[in-house]
């Protein structure tokens, strides 16, 4: 006789909020303080065993393991930059989805960039996720557990700053994106706190209007690109949908509210956002809120061989890049003008997609 084996097919806890915590134990007639607890374990301790949570009476902990997984993600391979000590790490989803989460270390302070989405919609032009097309939006727990198993190279505390700026756009991926903001926000959550924390988007009006209503102070970045409609409407097909006006207005609201400055992204495209009425029409938008401009020398994606506008990009050249920035400083706009980091192993900003020949991988299924 063939037994058939009962199996339950477990839930995965990490990736729930302090909130629905509590009304699980509530739930299960638990007191609401293991809620703290099992919080602590888990986002503050970063433990993975439920035999670890050694203050919940043994019967609890046998019934918690019985029903739920804690990890999310596993370590598929990581990469480290000789030169600027960038690392990449290739993390895969329970379903076998592969992500990729960057850790760029500067001068004073060390930065991890996390991806949302399995792969992205948006199809901007100049971006390799885009290529890959989209999969799946992240649950809270795997954007966590992209600090969880990150961190772990790195001393306590080391990793001093979050950027939602990997694969995906998180917006489009509210719910989840909202959520781990919640579970940073908490005290008992190890690390980072929201004032290091900043959220990229490439403008999806409505719902950067909807962070606001959060009453989260995350930080929020702006892929801005172009101060032209059309132009920007031309290499990131989003904004044909929400315009950069109606993105201005809610970002003006946003700044507003929350006190922080707004970090606009511009990635230098060689005779596209380089010239000089684009330095008066940034200067001009600029002046509308607090804000800072961030300028990315464009990186390539020839290596990806893709066709059509996204194999013909090209950077602008360094010394145009220096004059874009100068000429933008004489008008009193703050500019930071980031190099390069990580591109070495295909880690820079626009960089990251899977599968790529770009970053071979033993059995890679490429
Ligand atoms: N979807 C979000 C977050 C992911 S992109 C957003 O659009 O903001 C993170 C940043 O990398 C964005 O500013 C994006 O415009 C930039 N980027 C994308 N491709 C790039 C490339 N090839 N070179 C340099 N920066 C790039």
Not at 55 to 80: G, Y
Not at 92 to 97: H, I, K, L, Y
Not at 162 to 168: D, K, L, S, T
Not at 345 to 358: E, S, V
Request: hydrophobic share 35%; net charge positive; with cysteine.
């Amino acid at each position: 006789m063939v037994v058939k084996e009962n199996k339950q097919i477990k839930k995965t806890l990490k990736g729930l909020t302090l909130e629905e915590l509590r009304e699980y134990f509530l739930y299960i007639d638990e007191p609401a303080f293991r809620a703290e607890q099992v919080f602590k374990w888990m986002y503050g301790d970063l433990v993975d065993d439920f035999g670890e949570m050694n203050n919940l009476p043994k019967s609890l902990r046998q019934r918690l393991s019985k029903e739920f997984n804690i990890d999310t993600l596993s370590l598929v391979t990581s990469k480290i930059s000789t030169s600027t000590k960038t690392k990449k790490y290739i993390f895969e989803t329970a379903e076998g989805n592969k992500i990729e989460s960057v850790v760029i270390p500067e001068r004073k302070r060390t930065t991890l960039c996390v991806s949302t989405q399995v792969g992205c919609p948006l199809d901007c032009k100049f971006c390799a996720t885009g290529l890959m097309g989209y999969k799946k939006n992240l649950t809270a727990g795997e954007i966590f557990d992209q600090f969880k198993l990150s961190s772990k190279d790195y001393k306590d505390g080391e990793i001093t700053n979050i950027v939602y700026m990997g694969m995906g756009e998180p917006l489009l991926n509210f719910k989840e994106t909202v959520k781990s903001l919640e579970i940073f926000a908490e005290e008992l959550t190890t690390g980072v706190s929201l004032k290091k924390i900043t959220v990229s988007t490439a403008g999806i009006a409505p719902k950067i209007k909807e962070l606001d209503e959060t009453g989260l102070n995350v930080k929020l970045a702006f892929s801005l690109h172009s101060c032209f409609e059309d132009i920007r409407s031309s290499i990131m097909p989003i904004n044909e949908k929400y315009s950069l006006k109606e993105n201005i207005e809610v970002l003006k609201d946003y700044a507003k509210r929350t006190g922080t400055r707004i970090t606009f992204e511009y990635v230098m495209l060689k005779d596209i956002n380089d010239r000089s009425e684009d330095i008066k029409a940034l200067a001009k938008l600029m002046s509308t809120m607090p804000s800072k401009l961030n300028i990315i020398p464009f990186n390539s994606l020839k290596h990806m061989n893709p066709s059509g506008l996204a194999g013909e990009l090209e950077s602008s050249s360094r010394d145009k890049i220096q004059w874009f920035a100068d000429k933008l400083r004489e008008k009193n706009i703050t500019v930071m003008l980031r190099n390069t980091q990580g591109d070495d192993i295909a880690a820079a900003c626009g960089q990251l997609a899977y599968p790529k020949t770009h970053f071979p991988r033993k059995g890679a299924d490429n």
